[in-house]
């Protein structure tokens, strides 16, 4: 099946600084990645995702990057602020219109200092 | 519109004992999900249901665990003679059928604690 692997798994940056987290996925028929946020005690939202025929999305301050070839994917944040301190779960998936189940990173607490 | 809904928010029970979580979906979502969370980890896939297709129930640890959903909505795990290595905060997710990503909603969780 399939295994996710995500680094670090503990960040810390400064205000207005950018994040990056990186993830590994094992199965390449994986093809739909999402980025789940989840604040302390508060359920996981989610906050950007990309699909296997792109190579990059970007959403306002947050982007993700994917390479196929090497089976792995990164979320990029810029300009950082208090409010980005969470824990971001990368996940993959074999995504072909209808249902289908998630597998998650380990997670990554991110913290942005002042 | 309302979103998922989980039952109870906190569950402390005796090792031993069976407990059932309950799960209220998304209106009109078809698919629903269970995953486990425990401290400082990330989200374990458990099982899902789609529509009126067999369950994917790969995920579940043992035959200790089970779940249904009645009526294509509401969903139930149930965990039975329950071990402490159970304790965890147990989500429950819905999406849509179809679309062009496979957004899954989440629910607040229920933590369960096995002494």
């Known amino acids: 099946g399939e295994n996710v692997e995500q680094h670090p798994s503990t960040l810390s940056v400064q205000e207005g600084d950018s994040a990056v987290i990186k993830c590994t996925y094992s199965d390449s028929a994986s093809n739909y990645f999402p980025w789940y946020k989840q604040e302390l005690g508060k359920r996981p939202q989610l906050i950007i995702d990309?699909?296997?025929?792109?190579g990059e999305k970007k959403d306002q301050r947050i982007a993700v990057t994917l390479n196929k070839t090497a089976k792995h994917f990164s979320l990029h944040i810029t300009e950082t602020q208090p409010e980005d301190s969470a824990v971001y779960f990368c996940a993959a998936s074999i995504w072909a219109g209808t249902a289908s189940k998630l597998t998650f990173g380990t997670g990554t607490r991110l913290q942005v200092t002042l | 519109g309302a979103g998922v809904s989980q039952s109870p928010s906190n569950k402390v029970t005796e090792k031993g004992k069976d407990v059932e979580l309950r799960c209220d979906p998304i209106?009109?979502?078809?698919?629903l999900y269970w995953y486990r969370q425990s401290l400082g980890q990330g989200l374990e896939f458990l099982i899902y249901?789609?529509?009126?297709?067999?369950?994917?129930k790969s995920g579940l640890p043992s035959d200790r665990f089970s779940a249904e959903r009645t009526g294509g909505s509401v969903s139930t795990l149930t965990i039975q003679r329950t071990q402490q290595e159970d304790s965890a905060v147990y989500l429950c997710a819905s999406s849509a059928r179809q679309g062009a990503r496979n957004e899954q909603f989440f629910g607040p969780g229920t933590r369960l604690t096995v002494l």
């Open positions: 249901f789609q529509g009126n297709s067999a369950p994917d």
């Open positions: 209106s009109g979502h078809t698919a």
């Open positions: 990309i699909r296997s025929n792109v």
